[in-house]
Every structure is written in structure tokens, then in C-alpha cells.
């Protein structure tokens, strides 16, 4: 193991403990609140990174199946008439159906690209709000509530906290494994030249197609366990564009196509939405604030900061390397002088 592997390492799973001992160190209810939302979406940005980041298709969509997963989890509750924290063995099926409905969504979205597909995204999204306040079983515009929990105040937020952690640790190394996997190449492939990657032998349909319901399948359980923690959905809470809007801005603000950029972006972003919604009274404030937040991102840090930040170091010691070499004397060729040239896809990184 070299030395930046190492550090690496050490870096993760000292983030990962500071994360697991947060709720035993800070007790005070609202933070641990914000603490759960923030890992909801670290979570939820992961599993959207897993197919619009690695395949380049920007999904606008992936509200749909925040809300299927938290229907599911919530008829399933009231049909089965549970209560207490049984209600979280629905999360898995949550995610399971989320994924099904994928299919139908990524047999007609996916037959087109670019702005067409993010249009298409779109518009399943509003068909499928409506559908939410319309249909009977879905409770319409008074939807569906969870029982309450008679759990500790002092300690209510925490096993929702840890049930997102879980999340949000499955969500980010699946997306670590499928982007050093040949499955994660072949996205990868698609989204730098579809057609190329065609032409090379990628099954092109087949891998959109289950990197999107695998995509789904995350966002689904995010939803279901939203849910449970929420403890009401709504068809305009459920099924809300805000939501979209979100995951897409955390991902361009991290580093799009990453694994730690989306990461960074929810663990920046929700905590700042949180604040603003408690600061300002006005609902509208904070969707103009995420307006104003996604241009700003796309016209002055289009790669995000992960990636920016990267290149300015790579930069950095590329000049402090030039500025190490001795100057070429009059016995020596300057060629000697130069910095060796790059050879490998190592010396490039």
C-alpha cells in the first residue's frame, strides 16, 4: 500500500467514526434532525451519481422513485397495520419496487439522449405526481401517515440517523465498486461516446437500462426510509421537484461523475437548506436560492469542486517540481534540465 492509498484510507475511516458518534456527542434534537436529512441525501445523490454521473444522462426524474419507495413503504404499512421498528424491513422493498417501476420508465426514456431524455424525465415525473393525487389508494391530497413511535425523545432521531448512515456507506461503495468495475467502465464509455462504445461491443441499452433501475433501486429506499422518518407523504412531498433540483445541484457543486464530489455537495448543501428554511419563513426563498446556487455552479465551477481542486494540485506540485530542477549550466545539455515527460497513465495522474 503507497503512501496516498494509505492516507486514503485513514481519511475514510476516520470521516466514517466522526459520522457513527455524531448523535452520542451532539444530543440536541434539531441538529440530529439535520444530521438525517443530510445522510438521506448523501445517500439519494450517491445512487442518482450511479447512472446520470457514470453515463452522462442527466436525470430530472428521479423524484418518481423517491416517491414509489415511499408509497410502497407506506401502503405496505398501513395494509399490514405495523408499527415500530418493524416498519424498517420495508425499506429493502421499497428500494425493490422503485427498481421495477425503472424498467417502464428506462424503456421510453432511454430510446432518446441529451435534452430530450432530461424532457422525458420530466414529464414520467409529473405524470406520476398526478397519478399520486388522484388515485384512491394513495389517499389523494390528504396521503398516507405512518404511526407514531414511542421512542425516547432525547434519543428519537437515532435510529433513523443510523438506518440513513447505512445508507449513505452502501450507496457510496456501491458506486466506489461499480466504477472499477468493467460494468463501471462501459457507463463510462457511454457517456464519453455512446456510439463508439457500441461499436466496441458495449450492450449499450442493456447497461443504461440496469445502472438506471440500480440507480433507482437506492433512491427508492431513501424514500421509503424518508417516510418512516418524516411520518407522512404526501403526493407534492413525495413526488416533489424540489428534490430533483437538489441531487442534480449537490452532484455539479461536488464534482459530477465522481464518487467523494456528490458526496461533498449533500454534506454542503442540505445542512445550508436546512438553515435557510428555518432563517426565512417564505418557502420561496430557498427554491430561489437553489435557483440562483445551480447557475452559479454551472457558469463559474462547471466540474465542481472535487475535480477543480484536484487539477489546482496536480498544478501546484507540477510547478513546484519545475522550480526543484537545476538550472541548466554551460557543460549541460538543457534537455537535462527538463522535467521527464509524462509516460504513463500513472505520471499523467
Do not use: C
Not at 408499527?83 to 417502464?104: E, K, R, S, W
Not at 419563513?281 to 484536484?310: Q, W
Amino acid at each position: 500500500m503507497n503512501r496516498k492509498t494509505a492516507l486514503l484510507a485513514g481519511g475514510t475511516v476516520l470521516v466514517l467514526a466522526v459520522i457513527a458518534v455524531f448523535p452520542l456527542v451532539v444530543t440536541n434534537t434539531l441538529d440530529t434532525e439535520f444530521a438525517v436529512l443530510t445522510l438521506m441525501f448523501v445517500a439519494a445523490v450517491a445512487g442518482w451519481n450511479l447512472f446520470s454521473g457514470y453515463s452522462g444522462y442527466i436525470s430530472l426524474g428521479h423524484a418518481v422513485f423517491f416517491g414509489v419507495g415511499a408509497y410502497t413503504v407506506a401502503l405496505l404499512t398501513e395494509h399490514w397495520h405495523l408499527n415500530g421498528g418493524q416498519i424498517f424491513a420495508l425499506i429493502p422493498l421499497g428500494a425493490l419496487m422503485a427498481a421495477v417501476f425503472a424498467v417502464p420508465v428506462g424503456l421510453i426514456a432511454l430510446r432518446v439522449r441529451r435534452h430530450t431524455f432530461v424532457v422525458i424525465t420530466i414529464a414520467v415525473f409529473f405524470i406520476f405526481q398526478l397519478m399520486a393525487y388522484n388515485f384512491s389508494f394513495t389517499g389523494g391530497t390528504d396521503g398516507i401517515s405512518t404511526p407514531f413511535f414511542s421512542w425516547s425523545p432525547a434519543t428519537y432521531n437515532n435510529p433513523f440517523y443510523y438506518a440513513a448512515f447505512v445508507l449513505a456507506v452502501a450507496a457510496v461503495a456501491l458506486g466506489w465498486a461499480i466504477r472499477g468495475s468493467r460494468f463501471g467502465l462501459q457507463l463510462l464509455a457511454i457517456r464519453d461516446d455512446e456510439d463508439r462504445a457500441r461499436g466496441l461491443g458495449v450492450r449499450t441499452w442493456r447497461v443504461k437500462l440496469i445502472a438506471f433501475m440500480i440507480s433507482a433501486a437506492v433512491v427508492g429506499a431513501v424514500g421509503g426510509l424518508w417516510f418512516i422518518f418524516i411520518g407522512q407523504v404526501l403526493p407534492e412531498t413525495g413526488f416533489d421537484p424540489i428534490f430533483d433540483l437538489s441531487v442534480a445541484l449537490m452532484a455539479f457543486l461536488g464534482g459530477f461523475g465522481t464518487i467523494a464530489g456528490p458526496v461533498l455537495g449533500a454534506l454542503i448543501l442540505e445542512p445550508l437548506q436546512q438553515y435557510v428554511s428555518i432563517e426565512f419563513t417564505n418557502g420561496y426563498i430557498g427554491e430561489v436560492f437553489l435557483g440562483l446556487l445551480f447557475l452559479a455552479v454551472i457558469l463559474f465551477l462547471p466540474r465542481g469542486i472535487v475535480p477543480t481542486g484536484s487539477e489546482r494540485l496536480t498544478a501546484w506540485r507540477a510547478r513546484r517540481q519545475r522550480r526543484g530542477q537545476p538550472a541548466p549550466g554551460p557543460g549541460r545539455p538543457a534537455a537535462a534540465a527538463a522535467p521527464p515527460q509524462a509516460t504513463s497513465t500513472e505520471t499523467v495522474r
